[in-house]
């Protein structure tokens, strides 16, 4: 038992565990140093996980502030989109007026932009998995540019504004759902954490921002010209996608995937004179194991770091020419080749099962409920400080989201410094050995602020003549910031755990935590109204606080859940017999 997580003894190696870093005691009993076969980090001390192939075009071998700008430029887009789920919330009242509809009309036209995400999620994922994301980037960028322009122009139109807020929810789809990918095609795992952390603060604090700028842009110009800027700054920045973030999803042969493979694997590890099959893989598909010990490295390659190449492209095995670097006019194309052999419907459909796998599950309940909760609050917030005695107005109401965006950056800076931190403190703890489990300790601060933050919201907005709009504003911040964390420790869980269905593991979670938080914006009136704020926000703190519980069991069985759904393909193999039969006139 490593640290608490329960060992597995029906797979050499199971996927997601990793020997990260050369533990001096394990490589004392293992009579070993380091392995020549294997790249390491600059410092030589930290083995690189997932490991980059010889490949100049592989996202792994491009200089880390080249994938830092391609990270830097989603993420601002990603800011941009993810503020047009809360755009209305400051505006409930004034909109209600304007097209002479309840709040609940009013509110649903963040629930059906929320739909729109949840299902052009549902549909680009597949179409990521097939020809890479770069596409879906473009796409989104193009829809956020003129479903913004459409909205501010629907005027009185209630109904031509839905089909807006739709199209704006397809735009954000790509964004919302890819972007976590693209850590994990972008960067080993050692550098995941702080990465991470900055595309959820981009995906969540942005949104929380918004509604300050946005309640006194519609008071002063009017609402319409929120939904102009979110055009012009898209507009700004399509550019930029076009030109400097090329396609991130690469086919890297599966030993390389240290993090996914089911033996235990060296880099090149392939013993001379075994056949291999297409693409340098075995014939069976395994790849043997060669002894620690060895000091002579596969078809004489000498240890290599991070960032080092051939010489003049030229690998050692027998100066076999390596693959031409792709151009740079070349790489602006929105296709460049298929990432997978699996066709789109099979792919479309793989989701569905996993909703029933274990750590899934888990990772959707941990970000979706309370990313459900948050926007429960954005939506109701301005029918609770709308009465007496606060009477806010749209600006204030906007101005009450000054203590969310606090929060998600308190999230951020919390997430940053412990992510990595408590993955690499652990993992030498544990000899070196890296499991993906230990990224579930953010939950722990996540229980602490997020659930804190719904109780004590609850009681503070229940009595505003008591304790005035600050003490909610301070616990709806709590909130923020434990949905923050939430939000790092599952998607960083997937991409160490379940790297190999990611993909299709954030398709789950992005159409969980919007079918989930569509549906509350069709019931949270009403609960407010029949039970009040108090009773309500009780009940659903204390919902949380069992689901951050689900932690416990999760961390121990963790690793034997991912043997066993490694060893057995069975959610899959059910989506694909259905795709099969609905394939029939293949």
């Given at each position: 038992?490593g640290?608490?997580?329960?060992?597995?003894?029906?797979?050499e190696?199971?996927?997601?565990?990793?020997?990260?870093?050369?533990?001096?005691?394990r490589?004392?009993?293992?009579?070993?140093?380091?392995?020549?076969?294997?790249?390491?980090?600059?410092?030589g001390?930290?083995?690189?996980?997932?490991?980059?192939?010889?490949?100049?075009n592989?996202?792994?071998?491009w200089p880390?502030w080249?994938?830092?700008?391609?990270?830097l430029?989603?993420?601002l887009?990603?800011?941009?989109?993810?503020t047009?789920?809360p755009?209305l919330?400051?505006?409930?009242?004034?909109?209600?007026?304007?097209?002479?509809?309840?709040?609940?009309?009013?509110?649903?036209?963040?629930?059906?932009?929320?739909?729109?995400?949840?299902?052009a999620?549902?549909?680009?994922?597949?179409?990521?998995?097939?020809?890479?994301?770069?596409?879906?980037?473009?796409?989104g960028?193009?829809?956020?540019?003129?479903?913004?322009a459409?909205?501010?122009?629907?005027n009185?139109?209630?109904?031509s504004?839905?089909?807006?807020?739709?199209f704006?929810?397809?735009?954000?789809?790509?964004?919302?759902?890819?972007?976590?990918?693209?850590?994990?095609?972008?960067?080993?795992?050692?550098?995941?954490g702080?990465?991470?952390?900055?595309?959820n603060?981009?995906?969540?604090g942005?949104?929380?921002?918004?509604?300050?700028?946005?309640?006194?842009?519609a008071?002063?110009?009017?609402?319409?010209?929120?939904?102009?800027?979110?055009?012009?700054?898209?507009?700004?920045l399509?550019?930029?996608?076009?030109?400097?973030?090329?396609?991130?999803?690469?086919?890297?042969?599966a030993?390389?995937?240290?993090?996914?493979?089911t033996?235990?694997?060296?880099?090149r590890?392939?013993?001379?004179g075994?056949e291999?099959?297409?693409?340098?893989r075995?014939?069976?598909g395994?790849?043997?194991?060669?002894?620690?010990?060895?000091?002579?490295?596969?078809?004489?390659?000498?240890e290599?770091?991070?960032?080092?190449?051939?010489?003049?492209g030229?690998?050692?095995?027998?100066?076999?020419?390596?693959?031409?670097?792709?151009?740079?006019?070349?790489?602006?194309?929105?296709?460049?080749?298929?990432?997978?052999?699996?066709?789109?419907?099979?792919?479309?459909?793989r989701?569905?099962?996993?909703?029933?796998?274990?750590?899934?599950?888990?990772a959707?309940?941990?970000q979706?409920?309370?990313?459900?909760?948050?926007?429960m609050?954005?939506?109701?917030?301005?029918?609770?400080?709308?009465?007496?005695?606060?009477?806010?107005?749209?600006?204030?109401?906007?101005?009450?989201?000054t203590?969310?965006?606090?929060?998600?950056?308190?999230?951020?800076?919390?997430?940053?410094?412990?992510?990595?931190?408590?993955?690499?403190?652990?993992?030498?703890?544990n000899?070196?050995?890296?499991?993906?489990e230990f990224r579930?300790?953010?939950?722990?601060?996540?229980?602490?602020?997020?659930?804190?933050?719904l109780?004590?919201?609850?009681?503070?907005?229940n009595?505003?003549?008591?304790?005035?709009?600050?003490?909610?504003?301070?616990?709806?911040a709590?909130?923020?910031?434990?949905?923050v964390?939430?939000?790092?420790?599952?998607a960083?869980?997937i991409?160490?755990?379940?790297?190999?269905?990611?993909?299709?593991?954030?398709?789950?979670?992005?159409?969980?935590?919007?079918?989930?938080?569509?549906g509350?914006?069709?019931?949270s009136?009403?609960?407010?109204?029949?039970?009040?704020?108090?009773?309500?926000?009780?009940?659903?703190?204390?919902?949380?606080?069992?689901?951050?519980?689900?932690?416990?069991?999760m961390?121990?069985?963790?690793?034997?859940?991912?043997?066993?759904f490694?060893?057995?393909?069975?959610?899959?193999?059910?989506?694909?017999?259905?795709?099969?039969?609905?394939?029939f006139?293949?």
């Open positions: 038992m640290l608490g997580i329960l060992d597995d003894t029906k797979l190696h199971v996927p997601g565990t990793a020997t990260v870093l050369d533990d001096e005691a490589l004392q009993e293992e009579h070993a140093v380091h392995d020549p076969n294997l790249k390491y980090d600059s410092t001390q930290i083995i690189l996980v997932p490991q980059p192939s010889d490949d100049p592989d996202p792994l071998n880390l080249r994938r830092d700008l391609i990270l430029t989603l993420s887009l990603s800011i941009i989109a993810s047009l789920s755009l919330a400051a505006d409930t009242l004034s909109l209600s007026l304007y097209f002479t509809r309840t709040f609940t009309d009013v509110a649903l036209l963040t629930g059906y932009h929320l739909l729109g995400v949840g299902i999620g549902f549909l680009f994922v597949p179409s990521a998995r097939v020809w890479g994301k770069r596409h879906l980037y473009l796409l960028t193009v829809i956020l540019v003129f479903s913004s459409w909205g501010g122009a629907s009185k139109n209630y109904k504004l839905l089909g807006a807020r739709i704006q929810g397809i735009g954000l789809a790509p964004f919302e759902a890819l972007v976590n990918a693209s850590v994990g095609d972008l960067y080993h795992v050692h550098q995941r702080k990465r991470m952390a900055l595309s603060l981009a995906l969540f942005g949104a929380f921002f918004t509604p300050v700028l946005v309640g006194k842009i008071h002063s110009m009017g609402w319409q010209w929120t939904f102009y800027f979110v055009a012009i700054f898209s507009g700004i399509l550019p930029v996608v076009i030109f400097f973030v090329p396609e991130t999803a690469f086919r890297r042969d030993h390389l995937n240290t993090d996914t493979a033996t235990k694997t060296r880099y590890g392939i013993e001379p075994v291999l099959g297409q693409n340098g075995h014939s069976q395994t790849y043997p194991d060669s002894p620690r010990d060895s000091q002579q490295p596969i078809n004489g390659r000498a290599k770091y991070e960032g080092e190449t051939d010489v003049q030229v690998r050692d095995a027998g100066q076999v020419p390596g693959p031409a670097k792709v151009s740079w006019a070349r790489s602006l194309m929105p296709f460049n080749g298929r990432k997978t052999d699996d066709r789109y419907l099979h792919l479309l459909l989701p569905f099962p996993l909703f029933f796998h274990p750590g899934i599950l888990w959707c309940l941990i979706g409920t309370l990313i459900g909760w948050t926007v609050i954005g939506i109701v917030l301005a029918a609770i400080m709308l009465g007496p005695p606060l009477f806010f107005d749209e600006v204030k109401t906007g101005y009450m989201y203590g969310a965006f606090v929060g998600a950056l308190l999230g951020f800076i919390l997430a940053g410094l412990i992510a990595d931190w408590s993955a690499s403190r652990l993992t030498r703890l000899r070196g050995i890296y499991e993906p579930m300790i953010l939950v722990i601060p996540q229980l602490i602020f997020g659930c804190a933050g109780y004590g919201f609850g009681i503070t907005s009595n505003t003549t008591k304790y005035g709009w600050f003490w909610p504003d301070f616990f709806f709590l909130e923020v910031m434990g949905m964390l939430g939000a790092v420790a599952s960083l869980y991409v160490d755990a379940h790297r190999d269905i990611s993909v299709e593991a954030f398709t789950c979670l992005l159409v969980f935590k919007n079918i989930f938080s569509f509350l914006t069709w019931s009136y009403d609960w407010l109204v029949q039970h009040g704020v108090k009773h309500v926000f009780m009940a659903i703190a204390s919902v949380q606080v069992a689901v951050c519980l689900l932690s416990v069991p961390y121990i069985f963790g690793k034997k859940n991912r043997s066993f490694a060893r057995h393909n069975i959610f899959f193999k059910i989506s694909d017999k259905v795709a099969n039969f609905l394939e006139w293949r």
